[in-house]
């Protein structure tokens, strides 16, 4: 074991060799089981992760940087003979600047701390992905992830200045800067967000913050059809009303949550829509009136206004751990769920929906569909036996069907999740479908100028 011999000799106790301290990492939130890795690396500087990336790129070993391990596609396992290197230790809010409007923190910043620490100068990082209690600020830049607030606010893209990145060649670049607006070159920052490790190792973040909003209200609304959900929220947008939040359950969802959270809801709906609005103290009650009146055009079961924060923190934190409370509604312990994630224009909402449902249906399969609905982001998430090849060769066609909904409609086959292992065929069959093969040659050969020796995440995105 000389390799594991010469990465000690790098990170002396930073480096973890046996089996039990490896197999937790094998795994991330996806239903994906990896490998035993080779090692798993905990560096706690710079230097340290230059030297273990020229070693593996020296020695011809994979690597998969790890954050949060909240990955949903299968991104951050590794395969047979990988060195996980993860960035826990790198855990540091190094400055903010509220007057300049940004942040710089190390990628193992854990989102919600951040915001937590972010909230005692009256501002707030705004990506929030409903992992964000776990997920790690470097991991939501290798997926672009986007979450509950990307209805207004867009995913992690909108808000990265700039980065600090470790090439796979152990080079350090600096990318971006502290500044809102820059036109010098080449925006190479956009580039490494959303490449799921692929390009390089992402060591610090120059993030963009902003103000806390001001006063905040909620609508809760209640329909019997899903196509009245996508016509509500596609009318909402057309009048000019953006929300903070637009979310939506199914019928499975609720059942869940009231399991879990002790939540009640009408017994004769299927559908929820929560809206959530931000303004300033004197304009908020005439703007939740306006969207409460768009919103009862589609005709309603039942529609409240709230501007309560306790209940609005009561249902914001009940729909974050919607996913996990999807367990209570397993038929049995074996079962996991698989979570789609398409997204589609506003305008395509109610067919998109409409479609899903049909399709459930057509595979035989449960599935609760909820989602981010303002920016058109649709999850389904799919109750699997992992053990059952009939059942998941019929969740695979199901998976292409719903990518192919999203592509019909002008939307993508991945939202927020990313690619990883799990939509690697859907990627390809995306861009077949809209005429743009040549991109994967042009992201390829991306990959290859920047890691010719394809050590960076092997087998991930893109074979």
Known sequence: MDQVHGLKQILGANLLTSREQKIPFQTDASY????????????????????????CQEHSIPVVVRGGGTALTGSSIPFKDFIVLSMAKFDKIIEVKPEDRYAI?????????LNQYLANFGHFYPPDPASSMAASVGGSISTNAGGLRASLYGTTRNWVLGLEVVLPNGEIVKVGGKVLKRTAGYDLTSMFVGAEGTLGVVTKAILKIWPLPESKGRILAYYDTIDKVGKAISKLKGKGITPLIAEFL???????????????FPDEVDYMLIVDLSSTRESIDRELSDA????????PVSIKITTDPTEMDRIYEARKGAYSSLL???????????????????????????????????????????????????????????????HMERIDRFQIDF?????????????EHGIGI????????????????????????????????????????FD
Request: glycine share 8%.
């Open 403 to 415: 990518g192919k909904i999203a592509i019909k409609h002008g939307g993508s086959v991945s939202a």
């Open 32 to 55: 994906f089981q990896g490998q035993e890795p080779l090692a798993v690396a905990l560096p706690e500087n710079v230097k340290q992760v230059r030297e273990v990336i020229k070693f």
């Open 422 to 461: 799990e939509k690697k065929e859907l990627l390809e069959m995306e861009l077949e479908e809209t005429g743009s093969q040549y991109t994967m040659e042009i992201m390829k050969t991306i990959r290859k100028a920047f890691d010719p020796n394809g050590i960076m995440n092997r087998g991930k995105m």
């Open 250 to 264: 199914d019928r499975i969802s609720m059942d869940s949550l009231s399991k879990t959270r002790g939540l009640k």
């Open 328 to 390: 209570s509604e397993r038929e049995s312990n074996s079962e996991r769920v698989v979570i789609g994630d398409i997204v589609v224009p506003a305008s395509e909402l109610s067919a998109a929906l409409k479609e899903s449902e049909e399709k459930v249906k057509e595979h035989h399969l449960k599935v609760a569909l909820f989602g981010h609905i303002s920016d058109g982001n649709i999850h389904a998430n799919i109750y699997a036996d992992l053990d059952n090849r009939e």
């Open 105 to 113: 923190v190390e990628p193992g910043v854990k989102l919600d701390a």
């Open 292 to 299: 409460a009146e768009v919103l009862k055009e589609f005709g």
